[in-house]
């Protein structure tokens, strides 16, 4: 089964003189333990598909199936709980809470939840992300390349069905950012995570096994690289 399944997704922004179509009736499926990119450039709707396919946003029309779960027809408060636990999503600028510790922000999922925090499961983890002398420190406290594995880590804590990770490395010097990519692939591989970035940078886009290309709200190409 597709862990997601996007049919026909339109989303209008605005109308008359000011209507955008930011996505033109987008269809397209993600296996498994694919590991995609979605390139193009500023401007063709790549993170207005993000906010469709991570359930942040609605579309006009069309359907998202998530572990086959249409989401587009759940409200509000169904969305967020179906969300914290499906999607893992990492964001450019880390999005941690301030004031919360590393192993905090990483349990945020569970504590949303009110679930019992899982030791064994949170060390695997913290340790897997390299991040055991910073598991009590806050995110101003941590460099940028540490910050964002605090997000790899609050993005894979419920085992999603997919990490949706927009421009990860985009505020990161290439090395930093090379390390970040690292981790993806490594959880891809290693846990056969699905992983979808979005990312306007090449050089990101040929680490993963398929790239899929926007423009002006259209899928334009969508090839596999590697097998
Ligand atoms: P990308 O992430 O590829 O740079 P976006 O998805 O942000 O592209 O934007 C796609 C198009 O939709 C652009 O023309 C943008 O101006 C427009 N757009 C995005 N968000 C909004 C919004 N909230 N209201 C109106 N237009 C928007
Ligand atoms: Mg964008």
Redesign the pocket.
């Known amino acids: 089964m597709a862990v997601l399944e996007v049919s026909n997704l339109t989303k209008v922004?605005?109308e008359g003189e000011a209507k955008?179509v930011?996505l033109n009736n987008v269809s397209f499926s993600v296996e498994k333990g694919e590991f995609v990119a979605i390139v193009?450039a500023?401007?063709?709707?790549?993170?207005?598909?993000m906010n469709q396919i991570g359930g942040i946003d609605n579309p006009t029309s069309g359907s998202v199936k998530i572990e086959g779960k249409e989401i587009t027809s759940m409200d509000e408060d169904e969305l967020a709980i179906f969300r914290r636990r499906n999607v893992g999503m990492i964001y450019q600028f880390y999005n941690l809470i301030p004031t919360l510790t590393t192993e905090e922000n990483i349990m945020l999922p569970w504590l949303l939840d009110g679930r019992k925090e899982n030791r064994d499961k949170l060390n695997e983890i913290v340790n897997a992300l390299g991040l055991n002398t910073r598991a009590k420190h806050l995110p101003g406290e941590m460099s940028g390349g540490q910050q964002q594995r605090v997000s790899i880590g609050r993005a894979l804590i419920n085992n999603p069905a997919f990490v949706l990770a927009d421009e990860p490395t985009g505020n990161l010097d290439s090395k930093t950012g090379k390390e970040i990519m690292d981790l993806l692939k490594y959880s891809n591989q290693m846990f056969n995570q699905t992983v979808l970035i979005i990312t306007h940078d090449d050089k990101i886009a040929l680490q993963t096994d398929r790239i899929i290309t926007?423009r002006d709200?259209n899928i334009i190409n969508d090839e596999v690289i590697k097998k």
């Open positions: 922004y605005g955008v930011a193009g500023s401007g063709s709707g790549k993170s207005t598909l926007m709200g």
